[in-house]
């Protein structure tokens, strides 16, 4: 069982930044490819940005260039810089893994997909 608790939410000024946390526990074998998605009330969850256990980072169009994804992998953490924030950024964010990445003893990485957990979500709001 894994468990993702994400922080670092909170209100701001557009043009403002912070720094969301996904914070990975449970099963100390894994590294995660973590995603984060957004949603904001009566609209569908959206992908907003992702990162392979190997580092690889993708974006969503709408947060490319203002965003950056990273990944401290001794702790288990992602992180999640949001700058120049917009209005429009408003949502609940929400990490999840979908995959494990695990050492075999003869130092091979296997990667288990479809590896499903979510986090409770952190509120970010942001002020025009």
């Known amino acids: 069982q894994v468990h993702l608790e994400e922080s670092g939410g909170g209100a701001v000024q557009a043009g403002g930044s912070l720094r969301l946390s996904c914070a990975a526990s449970?099963?100390?074998?894994?590294?995660?490819?973590i995603h984060w998605y957004r949603q904001t009330p009566g609209k569908e969850r959206e992908f907003v940005s992702s990162i392979e256990s190997d580092g690889t980072p993708k974006y969503a169009d709408s947060v490319k260039g203002r965003f950056t994804i990273s990944q401290d992998n001794a702790n288990n953490t992602v992180y999640l810089q949001m700058d120049s924030l917009k209005p429009e950024d408003t949502a609940m964010y929400y990490c999840k893994t979908v995959a494990c990445t695990r050492i075999t003893s003869k130092g091979v990485a296997v990667k288990e997909y479809e590896y499903y957990y979510w986090g409770q979500g952190t509120q970010v709001t942001v002020s025009s």
């Open positions: 449970g099963n100390t074998d894994c590294r995660y490819d």
